[in-house]
T-cell receptor, first 114, second 112 residues
Framework: AQSVTQLDSQVPVFEEAPVELRCNYSSSVSVYLFWYVQYPNQGLQLLLKYLSGSTLVKGINGFEAEFNKSQTSFHLRKPSVHISDTAEYFCAVSGSQGAQKLVFGQGTRLTINP | DGGITQSPKYLFRKEGQNVTLSCEQNLNHDAMYWYRQDPGQGLRLIYYSQIVNDFQKGDIAEGYSVSREKKESFPLTVTSAQKNPTAFYLC???????????FGPGTRLTVL
């Protein structure tokens, strides 16, 4: 089974500052990793995914994440945030073989201050 | 446009009543999922289906039921046995498991 820990429940940053949202996972098998964003009263939107290959993954809206197998981490970064990035962000993991369920972290609320 | 639709967006139910939430996708995805989201919490899996006429319980299936008679449709029934049904319900689909899941806009259910 897999599990995910998002290390910060809330992250406040100023507009145009860089941000990192931290995600650690545990698994006894190889994994697929995902980041989703949720705006208020909406569904989740896929930001980026790691399935295989390059450990640096680029996604939509200028976000990127790096898969670090030795540290079992998949942190999300953006070099300069905007007010519109204010949302809830979820990290998720699944095993890479067979009918694996997607396991979500508890979410990180990113608040951008002007 | 391809996507996932959920209806209704808001739903109110009296205690003791069953209610059915609709989920339709036109992405030609094999797998579909139902999640429950409570304030300040992550998503918890209720049921999932990898193929038509087959579905499996997730982590919190008690008080819920589903059917998968068509590839495009995966309705969720919240029964009167669900003790605390007020929540935000999200439907998702993926081309197969395990792969990235794509989500609908959600249904907010309130029990009066």
């Amino acid at each position: 089974a897999q599990s995910v820990t998002q290390l910060d429940s809330q992250v406040p940053v100023f507009e145009e500052a860089p941000v990192e949202l931290r995600c650690n996972y545990s698994s006894s098998v190889s994994v697929y990793l995902f980041w989703y964003v949720q705006y208020p009263n909406q569904g989740l939107q896929l930001l980026l995914k790691y399935l295989s290959g390059s450990t640096l993954v680029k996604g939509i809206n200028g976000f990127e994440a790096e898969f670090n197998k030795s540290q079992t981490s998949f942190h999300l970064r953006k070099p300069s945030v905007h007010i519109s990035d204010t949302a809830e962000y979820f990290c998720a993991v699944s095993g890479s073989q067979g009918a694996q369920k997607l396991v979500f972290g508890q979410g990180t609320r990113l608040t951008i201050n002007p | 446009d391809g996507g996932i639709t959920q209806s209704p967006k808001y739903l109110f139910r009296k205690e003791g009543q069953n209610v059915t939430l609709s989920c339709e996708q036109n992405l030609n995805h094999d797998a579909m999922y139902w999640y429950r989201q409570d304030p300040g919490q992550g998503l918890r899996l209720i049921y999932y289906s990898q193929i038509v006429n087959d579905f499996q319980k997730g982590d919190i299936a008690e008080g819920y039921s589903v059917s998968r008679e068509k590839k495009e449709s995966f309705p969720l029934t919240v029964t009167s046995a669900q003790k605390n049904p007020t929540a935000f319900y999200l439907c998702a689909s993926s081309i197969r498991t395990p792969r990235a899941q794509f989500f609908g806009p959600g249904t907010r259910l309130t029990v009066l």
